[in-house]
């Protein structure tokens, strides 16, 4: 009874110990290369950067801005967006994509990447406050689920057509620079 009480005890303070020794400002320097390495997946997902001959880059919606804000948000709402990014990202990305034809390999490389990175991120804002933090400006988070909702609308909405994923791909595509530059 005691051992297993000791053992408790040991994986607790394990537990704890990987989050306190959690350093926020390791992972945005280490982040800056994932992001680029997001980047890359995402474009070799579907062979390259170049869209389909039969999906043409005129006429591709304009989805907005993932972080809109009336003012810059603070260092700690920049950091829990990126976080809500990787995560509602990955959410998009795990809808129905048959019909896109993409490499199915590198397909779920970029989930596992992109499950990890919001992983990372949440365990930081965990560490900073001992607890799940919130936003400081509630916009932040509003703006980012109305982008992703319409991105999910769109999807649905063109039947989750190939040309329909291409230009959801290359909306995140470039919400991973807007990332990149953010932090």
């Not at 989050?19 to 994932?34: P, S």
Request: hydrophobic share 40%; aromatic share 8%.
């Amino acid at each position: 009874m005691a051992t297993m009480g000791l053992q408790q005890v040991g994986i607790l303070i394990l537990l704890a110990s990987g989050v306190v020794t959690l350093n926020c400002d390791e992972i945005v320097k280490h982040q800056k290369g994932e992001l680029r390495k997001t980047k890359e997946l995402l474009e070799a997902m579907s062979g390259g950067p170049a869209s389909p001959p039969e999906c043409p880059i005129t006429g591709m919606p304009d989805f907005g801005s993932p972080i809109r804000s009336t003012s810059r948000p603070s260092k700690e709402d920049a950091r829990m967006a990126i976080g809500l990014i990787f995560k509602e990202t990955l959410r998009v990305f795990q809808l129905n994509f048959t019909q896109a034809n993409w490499n199915t390999t590198v397909t779920e490389l970029f989930q596992m990447e992109l499950h990890q990175q919001s992983q990372w991120w949440e365990r930081c804002s965990v560490a900073h406050t001992g607890r799940e933090a919130r936003l400081q400006d509630p916009r932040v988070k509003l703006n980012l689920m109305i982008y992703f909702r319409k991105l999910q609308t769109f999807l649905r909405d063109k039947q989750y057509s190939l040309c329909a994923w291409e230009a959801v791909r290359k909306t995140i595509s470039g919400t991973c620079i807007l990332g990149h530059l953010t932090i």
